[in-house]
């Protein structure tokens, strides 16, 4: 049976499953869907055309399925489709698509995202990506699996991070990540290398991490007599690269940038 506080005001044309808890002072739109194991613990508010999966936790003042922040276009109709298992912990907003693009954002499953952190219109978020404090992201932002975004830092709208990369805190995004790339700490830092750390937590078999440690010295070589674009070429023809895995993914991700391009080392 479904648990609502008598505080709480929840639409009765909301979609909820049978176990489904919403503590004190929530609000839960008309248009809302929730899945079975989920909770809104006091004062949430999900409205929008959410679609929320299975055994997400929602902390207090969290903000889901709100109108685009978006001066040019709001689509009344917009999704915000919510995997599995997340977490959403104080302050949390997330906001529905917009007409500029597909008028869906979507988060995948087992996500972390810590207090205050922003998840804006359009963005495609993976699975097992953790969002630290006052981490925000622009529009149409991409972020990969198992990427980790630090504490105050901040993407610019189409910007990429790649599956597996490391965002310090306090860093201004405003080019693409590679997947497992490293950026540590300033306002529009550079690259700083690969996120070992992740790819060993990852379970990663070593020689696959030394073909790509290869892989993105070759890269990004600053000494380099030959452009970044020469370079891509060189190591997508390289026949020794193609079982690697995490080279291909780098491969692809490189031959594939946003409008704002991928981000160099310092």
Same mark, same amino acid.
């Given at each position: 049976?479904?648990?609502?506080?008598?505080?709480?005001?929840?639409?009765?044309?909301?979609?909820?499953?049978?176990?489904?808890?919403?503590? @004190?002072?929530?609000?839960?739109?008309?248009?809302?869907?929730?899945?079975?194991?989920?909770?809104?613990?006091?004062? +949430? +508010?999900?409205?929008?055309?959410?679609?929320?999966?299975?055994? #997400? &936790? $929602?902390? *207090?003042?969290?903000?889901?399925?709100?109108?685009?922040?978006? /001066? =040019?276009?709001?689509?009344?109709?917009?999704?915000?489709?919510?995997?599995?298992?997340? &977490?959403?912990?104080?302050?949390?907003?997330?906001?529905?698509?917009?007409?500029?693009?597909?008028?869906?954002?979507?988060?995948?499953? =087992?996500?972390?995202?810590?207090?205050?952190?922003?998840?804006?219109?359009?963005? $495609?978020?993976?699975?097992?990506?953790?969002?630290? #404090?006052?981490? !925000?992201?622009?529009?149409?932002?991409? +972020?990969?699996?198992?990427?980790?975004?630090?504490?105050?830092?901040? +993407?610019?709208?189409?910007?990429?991070?790649?599956?597996?990369?490391?965002?310090?805190?306090?860093?201004?995004?405003?080019?693409? $990540?590679? @997947?497992?790339?490293?950026?540590?700490?300033?306002?529009?830092?550079?690259?700083?290398?690969? #996120?070992?750390?992740?790819?060993?937590?990852?379970?990663?078999? %070593?020689?696959?991490?030394?073909?790509?440690?290869?892989?993105? %010295?070759?890269?990004?070589? %600053?000494?380099?007599? !030959?452009?970044?674009?020469?370079?891509?070429?060189?190591?997508?023809?390289?026949?020794?690269? #193609?079982?690697?895995?995490?080279? $291909?993914?780098?491969?692809?991700?490189?031959?594939?940038?946003? /409008?704002?391009?991928?981000?160099? *080392?310092?």
């Amino acid at each position: 049976m479904v648990k609502i506080h008598p505080t709480a005001i929840v639409d009765a044309k909301a979609e909820l499953a049978d176990d489904v808890e919403i503590g @004190p002072y929530c609000t839960v739109g008309p248009n809302v869907k929730i899945g079975k194991g989920s909770r809104l613990i006091s004062h +949430v +508010v999900v409205d929008g055309y959410t679609r929320m999966g299975e055994r #997400n &936790t $929602v902390y *207090p003042f969290a903000s889901l399925g709100m109108l685009a922040q978006h /001066k =040019r276009s709001n689509a009344p109709d917009a999704l915000l489709v919510i995997g599995d298992d997340n &977490t959403f912990r104080e302050h949390v907003t997330a906001h529905v698509g917009s007409e500029v693009d597909q008028k869906i954002t979507r988060i995948g499953h =087992r996500n972390l995202f810590l207090v205050a952190s922003h998840i804006a219109h359009d963005c $495609v978020l993976g699975d097992d990506i953790v969002m630290s #404090n006052n981490a !925000t992201l622009a529009g149409h932002v991409h +972020v990969g699996n198992r990427a980790i975004i630090g504490g105050l830092s901040a +993407v610019l709208q189409f910007t990429r991070i790649g599956e597996g990369a490391m965002i310090g805190g306090m860093c201004g995004i405003a080019r693409d $990540v590679i @997947p497992y790339g490293l950026v540590m700490s300033g306002i529009r830092a550079g690259l700083g290398g690969l #996120n070992l750390i992740g790819l060993q937590r990852a379970g990663i078999d %070593k020689p696959v991490i030394f073909g790509l440690q290869k892989a993105y %010295k070759f890269l990004f070589d %600053k000494n380099a007599e !030959t452009t970044f674009a020469e370079r891509i070429e060189q190591l997508s023809a390289d026949s020794t690269v #193609n079982g690697n895995p995490l080279v $291909v993914k780098l491969i692809d991700f490189v031959q594939n940038p946003s /409008k704002n391009n991928i981000l160099q *080392p310092e």
